[in-house]
């Protein structure tokens, strides 16, 4: 065989290239609140908490005192707090475990898996979505914009207003993935099959996004590759904008754009690597 | 050779430019989801991770590990892998040609968040890795020579991922299955010499080929 193993990378890779939007029902957020927050985690994870700042995610293990695993997930750093995602039925059980080393330190621990719904949108869906994003906050660099708005028609398509607050973070596990992970609030309709069957049944809803979904969707998506705008990260709607993107002047602009050093260095800073010195230190 | 996923997802980026966002976008299930994760190697607690693993087994030290920052609970044996030795176990991606006597599992199947991928027994299971009924099934243990060499944490059927057969390296066998799994050092050492330039390498255990990689996706 020509190309071993060329198959199979593609065959695995083409239905995720294809596009996605993967509603994540099991991802739930443990909050770590308070003035010594930062030290508190930085004692009880495998990742340089000290050292990150808002907007940053860091994949980080939890330990027992022989070393093995009590939990896993993301940290994401916000201006008044630390947020932990991790699988749903497991912030109970690392709640109880961080909860007993608080003694004196002013940190709150709670399960706020309910505070926003999760999805994401992969492969070209995520493409889709960022480069809606990214041509409409870069409006004045593209010259050549038609009065399309994809971002309003993906998420027309897959009942998911994007008006409200919205936050958009990089693929937490591979970050130069094309995946995006969105956080939404809950009250807004979550991408179900059945609202896909309705969408597709009734093509004209996809047609005409309400004024809700028009109204300044990406004002507030700025900074696609970590937290969107905001001190803290959390994603402030601000005042209504006119929201021009898409188009396949905006895409290729974007795809020409996405390999240089500005989308890399939101990349880096984002969500990079851990901290790595020489050995034994 | 036809690149077909270059094709396709041009053509997803093309029905994007076009407007055409519904044609591009399918709702993913829980399937897909595990497919994809599958794909990229990426792991959740509960799923593939579990109590019983130490961080590095995860295959996510660079992301994950901190080498730098000084005291922190489950520190001490974490450093001193890294610094002295190594772990037994690592987590990779494997594609999985069956001999016909295994059936592959009906269904995409997972290790229940309570019970993950068992370490060392397989209760219920012979030395092959199969269940009584012939499926695999995640916490299979599968063997050379008697000796455990990938531990099944995640494992689907091909065909819900692929959508069709795929031919494995030098033999005309199609892919059975793939997944998430446990592979041990040794094995993997000797997989990799005999291995391709593509993949880390080829195991044959009795239970079928098994082709080991860190992940189908490089990003």
Same mark, same amino acid.
């Given at each position: 065989?020509?190309? *071993?193993?060329?198959?199979?990378?593609r065959?695995?890779?083409?239905?995720?290239r294809?596009g996605g !939007?993967?509603?994540?029902h099991?991802?739930g957020?443990? =909050?770590?609140?308070?003035?010594d927050?930062?030290?508190?985690l %930085?004692?009880?994870?495998?990742?340089?908490?000290?050292?990150?700042a808002p907007g940053?995610?860091?994949?980080t293990f939890?330990?027992?005192?022989?070393?093995?695993?009590?939990?896993?997930?993301f940290?994401?750093v916000?201006?008044?707090?630390l947020l932990?995602?991790?699988?749903?039925?497991?912030v109970?059980?690392l709640?109880r475990?961080l909860d007993?080393?608080v003694i004196r @330190?002013d940190?709150r621990?709670?399960d706020r898996?309910?505070?926003t719904?999760?999805?994401?949108f992969?492969?070209?869906?995520?493409?889709?979505?960022?480069?809606a994003a990214e041509?409409s906050?870069?409006a004045?660099q593209?010259a050549?914009?038609?009065?399309?708005?994809e #971002?309003?028609?993906?998420?027309?398509?897959?009942?998911l207003?994007?008006?409200?607050a919205v936050?958009v973070?990089?693929?937490p596990?591979?970050?130069?993935d094309?995946t995006l992970?969105? =956080?939404?609030p809950?009250?807004?309709?979550?991408?179900? +099959?059945?609202?896909a069957?309705a969408?597709e049944?009734?093509?004209t809803a996809?047609?005409?996004?309400?004024?809700a979904m028009?109204?300044?969707p990406?004002?507030?998506?700025?900074?696609?590759g970590?937290? !969107?705008?905001?001190?803290?990260?959390?994603?402030?709607?601000?005042p209504?904008?006119?929201y021009r993107?898409?188009g396949?002047?905006? &895409?290729?602009a974007?795809?020409?754009?996405?390999g240089? *050093?500005?989308? $890399?260095? !939101?990349? @880096?800073r984002s969500v990079g690597?851990a901290?790595?010195?020489?050995r034994?230190? | 050779?036809?690149n077909a996923?270059?094709?396709r997802?041009?053509a997803a980026?093309?029905a994007i430019d076009?407007?055409?966002?519904e044609?591009?976008?399918?709702l993913?299930?829980?399937q897909?989801f595990?497919a994809?994760?599958i794909?990229?190697?990426?792991p959740?607690y509960g799923?593939e991770i579990?109590?019983?693993?130490l961080?590095?087994?995860?295959s996510?030290?660079a992301q994950?590990?901190s080498?730098?920052k000084?005291?922190y609970?489950g520190?001490e *044996?974490v450093a001193r892998?890294?610094? #002295?030795?190594h772990?037994?176990?690592e987590?990779?991606?494997?594609?999985?040609?069956?001999?016909p006597?295994v059936a592959?599992?009906?269904?995409p199947?997972?290790?229940?968040?309570?019970a993950?991928c068992?370490?060392?027994?397989a209760?219920g299971?012979?030395?092959?890795g199969?269940?009584?009924?012939?499926?695999l099934? *995640?916490?299979a243990v599968?063997?050379?020579?008697?000796?455990?060499v990938?531990?099944?944490?995640?494992?689907?059927?091909?065909s819900?991922?692929?959508g069709?057969p795929?031919t494995?390296?030098?033999?005309? +066998?199609p892919?059975? %299955?793939a997944?998430? &799994?446990y592979v041990r $050092?040794?094995?993997?050492r000797?997989? $990799?010499s005999?291995?391709?330039?593509?993949a880390? &390498?080829v195991?044959?255990?009795?239970?079928?080929i098994?082709?080991? =990689?860190?992940?189908?996706?490089h990003?």
């Amino acid at each position: 065989m020509s190309e *071993p193993g060329g198959r199979t990378r593609r065959t695995y890779w083409e239905q995720a290239r294809a596009g996605g !939007v993967y509603p994540w029902h099991g991802r739930g957020w443990l =909050e770590v609140a308070g003035r010594d927050r930062a030290a508190f985690l %930085h004692a009880f994870c495998t990742q340089e908490i000290k050292k990150l700042a808002p907007g940053d995610i860091r994949e980080t293990f939890f330990c027992q005192g022989n070393g093995k695993i009590v939990g896993h997930g993301f940290v994401v750093v916000e201006a008044e707090r630390l947020l932990i995602a991790t699988p749903r039925e497991h912030v109970a059980p690392l709640l109880r475990h961080l909860d007993r080393y608080v003694i004196r @330190e002013d940190v709150r621990l709670a399960d706020r898996s309910d505070m926003t719904a999760a999805a994401l949108f992969c492969g070209a869906a995520g493409i889709g979505l960022r480069q809606a994003a990214e041509a409409s906050t870069a409006a004045t660099q593209v010259a050549d914009i038609p009065a399309a708005d994809e #971002l309003v028609k993906l998420s027309a398509a897959l009942s998911l207003a994007v008006a409200a607050a919205v936050v958009v973070r990089r693929n937490p596990w591979v970050p130069n993935d094309d995946t995006l992970w969105v =956080e939404y609030p809950p009250e807004v309709a979550m991408p179900t +099959a059945a609202n896909a069957a309705a969408s597709e049944a009734a093509p004209t809803a996809t047609a005409a996004p309400t004024a809700a979904m028009t109204a300044a969707p990406t004002a507030a998506m700025t900074a696609v590759g970590g937290q !969107v705008a905001g001190a803290g990260g959390r994603c402030d709607p601000g005042p209504a904008a006119p929201y021009r993107c898409g188009g396949i002047a905006a &895409g290729r602009a974007w795809r020409a754009a996405r390999g240089g *050093p500005g989308t $890399r260095r !939101v990349v @880096e800073r984002s969500v990079g690597p851990a901290q790595r010195g020489p050995r034994g230190d | 050779m036809s690149n077909a996923r270059s094709d396709r997802r041009n053509a997803a980026l093309a029905a994007i430019d076009a407007g055409d966002v519904e044609s591009a976008v399918a709702l993913w299930d829980e399937q897909t989801f595990d497919a994809w994760r599958i794909a990229i190697g990426a792991p959740l607690y509960g799923r593939e991770i579990s109590a019983d693993q130490l961080p590095q087994e995860a295959s996510r030290t660079a992301q994950a590990i901190s080498f730098t920052k000084g005291c922190y609970l489950g520190q001490e *044996p974490v450093a001193r892998i890294d610094s #002295l030795g190594h772990v037994n176990w690592e987590l990779v991606t494997f594609q999985l040609a069956a001999t016909p006597s295994v059936a592959p599992s009906p269904t995409p199947s997972v290790a229940p968040s309570d019970a993950p991928c068992e370490s060392d027994s397989a209760a219920g299971q012979s030395a092959a890795g199969v269940s009584a009924a012939g499926v695999l099934v *995640p916490g299979a243990v599968l063997a050379v020579d008697g000796k455990p060499v990938l531990k099944i944490a995640t494992i689907m059927p091909w065909s819900v991922v692929n959508g069709g057969p795929a031919t494995s390296p030098g033999a005309e +066998a199609p892919w059975t %299955h793939a997944g998430l &799994g446990y592979v041990r $050092r040794e094995a993997r050492r000797a997989a $990799r010499s005999a291995g391709d330039a593509m993949a880390e &390498g080829v195991l044959a255990t009795p239970a079928g080929i098994v082709r080991i =990689e860190p992940r189908l996706f490089h990003g």
